[in-house]
């Protein structure tokens, strides 16, 4: 990608802003001149929301003009760039050949003053061209992808460099924070990610495959249990795998929560209307009560047929009536000798006139008799009940009345459990639509940082005790596999089974051999191109400027930048000068972008602060030298002592100049605004004039 043009209308001070990049191979670095506050950043800015949108830009940035939109109260901002992109072709013949396609991007946004005279922006739109014969079409679908293609977001720090910002690779927060936009960085150039997802893949793939080949491809169980064990283990470090790679994403969005709180506070409002969807959700409930209702009245109905005696006749009719008939049958026992037996016991005398004292012979029958007339007549009740019970049954509703009552009421419990699962389901969606509206508030979406930043903590931690796991179940995972491989000798039945799993490890492996590869080979060759490019820099800086001697840097598989020096290794971070700091990032940036291969611009703000002499010289040479499309935005200061360099170097140079600014000579009395002129660095008119001293002027 190389970009020829870029046309601002509207974006803070760029009113009306055009300007031609340099496209020539000889002197391919652009050279755009001004200020602190004259624009610089601000045209970085522009560039970066073109292709990015308002993932580039910090939650409370205002594109509009102030001045402007207090005299419009709706401004309409827009950003325009053309470029070229490399991309495969192919002749009639079938043959392939690269050929050069011009696109034009266009993203365009409306922001409005509000009741309480804020700036609310509305919603961007993003549109992509392409050049055939001559005239411009528009590209309807994937047009983001394509973009994102030419340039991942994950490298848009890489592409698109403040200066001052860039040195969070190795300056900014703690080690996990600087690891995590390091690693970011880096495996979007060399592809780790992808590598890592496709084995991943395969190796879930390879599990499923095992699980099914177990109970076909195995001859002995031996070898059947081993590759049991085998799925587990690798069911187990896949999902630990998972589990680590979204730990890491978490610890990698944690950081970036609280800068998308406002974003979210405007979406919040964008989503819909409360009260609606409150009003939808009573209706739901008032509904699924009316239908929880009704299941209570179907399942009490069914609950009075299952305990009726109806239940008894359909199951027990045959037995009812035999037993009707049987009982029927029975004879009665007279049971009016009971009474005058106890008469006669009470009166000690039987009726023929023996003796029934206490411990008599006759007293002993006397009381036996009549304790089998007792039992006579309890027997009897419980015939008479059974007959009774037998005979009121028999007499009650048919068999198939009480199915059909039955299926009746089943299919009513069946309809209204439906109908509750349904009203369910909607009152779960609406509560959550209401739950997605509610306690949007500015003051709980600021608490989101302070939140975020603990749950990176947190992550990390988890992060670390997932490794450990990991590392054990690969241990584990070889020896069961060494173990399975022996075992699989005894099996010589081949099947499609055995193919695919053969086929899959070979694969596997072959990404495996990748990963190991671009973790070793490709990141050692990105670390030698860092510690070459750093030492040439330093190697340049006089002995009084540089507080410490360094003798390597280098980035490790852990994505950590270590610095050593002749007395030990050393925290980037605190241990180095401003001037050692930004020769490391940049040392990094460009050896990233030489790493990755891609054709694509650098635009670069502030490149030099903080810098001087002659590793001021060396770090803008190389980067000149390994930039496709070198784009630098210099003040005075940082362009002194290296202008035989950009003369060399640069096809295009520019100026811009801050009108509102105390700086400018011909300061005219219109709105501020940014103009752009043709001078180059060496030279000024009337509208890019400034003061040498403007700090005591009195305008």
Known sequence: ??????????????????????????????????????????????????????????????ISNSNQMSQHQSIMASVEVLFTAEELARKGDGSSFHKQVDYKIKRVVREELDKRDRAIRGDESFSLYQQVKGSWRPITEGAEVRIRNLLPEALMDVFFIDGDKALAFVDKGDAGERRSRIRAAATEMLDVEVIEGAIERV?????????????????????????????????????????????????????????????????EVKKGNKNEVSKGLETVRRGRAQALGEQTTAVQSLAGLLASDQITTVLLSSSLVTTTKALASTKGVDLSLKPLLEKCLKAKKCIC?????????????????????EDIDTDASRLFELRHTASRLLQGDTADDWSSAANTAVGRCDATTKQIDKWAAQEAELELQLSRLADSKIDELSKAKTLARGEMLSAVEKATEARLIVRGLERELDEQSAITKELEKTVNRENEYRAHLLAAEDVKSILEASLETVLTDQLKDLSKTMNKEFLRMVGMQNVDEAPVSIREVELNRNFDIKVHSQDGPLNPANALSGAQKRALTFSFIQALMKSSGKIAPSVIDTALGMTSGPLKRELLKRTIFLSTQPIMLLTRSEINDCEAIIEESAGVQLTLTNTGSAAVVNRPKALPTILICNCDIASSCTHCEIREDFGNTED
Not at 2 to 28: C, G, M, Y
Not at 249 to 265: G, I, M, N, R
């Open 203 to 267: 190796a879930r793939s390879i599990s499923e495959t095992t699980r099914k080949a177990v109970g076909v491809d195995a001859e002995s169980q031996q070898y059947a249990d081993a590759t049991k064990r085998k799925a587990v283990i690798e069911d187990r470090l896949a999902d630990q795998k998972a589990s680590l790679s979204g730990l890491t994403a978490t610890v990698d969005k944690a950081t970036q929560q609280s800068e998308a709180c406002d974003t979210a506070l405007i979406t």
């Open 1 to 62: 990608m190389i970009f020829k043009e870029a046309s601002f209308k509207n974006f803070r001070l760029l009113s009306d802003v055009h300007i031609s990049f340099s496209t020539d191979e000889n002197k391919p670095l652009t050279v755009i001149r001004g200020e602190n506050g004259f624009g610089k950043t601000t045209l970085l800015d522009a560039l970066r929301w073109a292709f990015y949108g308002e993932a580039s830009l910090d939650p409370d940035y205002k």
């Open 353 to 373: 006139g023996t003796s029934l004292d206490t411990g008599t012979d006759h007293r002993a029958v006397i009381r036996t008799e009549i304790k089998r007339l």
